[in-house]
């Protein structure tokens, strides 16, 4: 089945600055790439998506990359706020015969914005 | 923002009891989804329903678990022998239709003794 591999598993980042998380995947029938937020206590957010016929897609501060080749994509955040501090994760959806849109997530990337 | 609610938040059973959790979908989705996290790390799937029918779940909860949708507004997951390892936080997610966005709700916390 699907296998998402996301990096790194941890940043630490000064406020103001740029972070960049990268996510792979095993599966070329991985349509769908929704990615969430999950800070301490609080439910999963979605924060930004992207299909496989995108290339880039952005929602102000975040920018989300995908190459279909590599089987790769980017997430970068810009200016960084305290509030971004949280886990990130990368998530991967097939449509392998209509069946089932269920996620396959990465581990996570917990992302520190230090003042 | 939807509002996917899930009742209880927290759970604490002994060990060999039974467990069971809610869950309301947002109005009008249609697919409602089950993950398993531990330890705020990778989140597992576990179920899925679409209109209130499962179309597909691991081996894991065909063994030991139960999931049911009466209804559109409601779904429950339940485990019918408690084990230490089935302390996580499990999360129900709802969405328009099955290539959707998926909304979370806020988890229930089950922690078994």
């Known amino acids: 089945g699907e296998q998402v591999e996301q990096l790194p598993s941890s940043l630490i980042v000064q406020e103001g600055a740029s972070v960049l998380i990268n996510c792979s995947y095993t599966?070329?029938?991985?349509?769908?790439f929704p990615w969430y937020k999950q800070e301490p206590g609080k439910r999963l957010q979605f924060i930004i998506d992207?299909?496989?016929?995108?290339e880039r897609k952005q929602n102000q501060r975040l920018t989300l990359l995908f190459d279909k080749k590599t089987k790769h994509l980017s997430l970068h955040i810009t200016a960084t706020q305290p509030g971004d501090s949280a886990i990130y994760f990368c998530?991967?959806?097939?449509?392998?015969?209509?069946?089932?849109?269920?996620?396959?997530f990465g581990e996570g990337t917990q992302v520190t914005v230090i003042s | 923002d939807a509002a996917v609610t899930q009742k209880p938040r927290y759970l604490i059973k002994m060990k060999g009891q039974e467990a069971e959790m809610k869950c309301i979908p947002e109005k009008g989705h249609t697919a409602v989804f089950w993950y398993q996290q531990k330890q705020s790390k990778e989140l597992k799937f576990l179920i899925y329903f679409q209109n209130q029918q499962p179309l597909d779940q691991i081996d894991m909860v065909k063994e030991r678990f139960s999931a049911v949708c009466p209804s559109s507004s409601l779904c429950s997951l339940g485990i019918r022998t408690c084990e230490a390892e089935d302390s996580a936080l499990y999360l129900c997610s709802s969405s328009p239709t099955d290539q959707d966005t998926q909304y979370f709700g806020p988890g229930t916390r089950l922690l078994v003794l």
């Open positions: 599966d070329s029938a991985s349509v769908y």
């Open positions: 992207i299909r496989s016929n995108m």
């Open positions: 998530s991967a959806s097939s449509n392998t015969g209509g069946l089932s849109g269920k996620l396959t």
